[in-house]
């Protein structure tokens, strides 16, 4: 008789869930015209200046290839480890637009 194997949800599991997720908003903020209307939604700026759009754009690709930041999701982390979920619960998205915010906002203001 073979033997069924319990897969439980591994940390790094969790840590590639959240990098793709992340990873993929990255790339809606890439596109120009999504950033461009992001900008103008939620900060109420109207034009931003071509030069601007490509220093965001540098950060955001940086941000891309950079591995995930442990401290900023653990929030996430720990809720994923305690509820051995393989998705992530409403309300947990703030995160990933907290970290692209911020480099809006050094560019914004």
Known sequence: MESVKNTQWS???SVELIRKLR?????????ERY????ISTHYNVK???NVRVEFIKKELK??????LDLVHYDSILVNLKETDASSLGEGNDHLFYTEIEKVLKRYIY
């Open 23 to 31: 990873n993929d908003l990255l790339k809606d903020f890439l596109d």
């Open 35 to 38: 950033l461009k209307e992001y």
């Open 11 to 13: 940390e790094e599991n």
């Open 47 to 49: 034009e931003i200046s």
């Open 62 to 67: 940086e941000i891309f290839l950079a591995p």
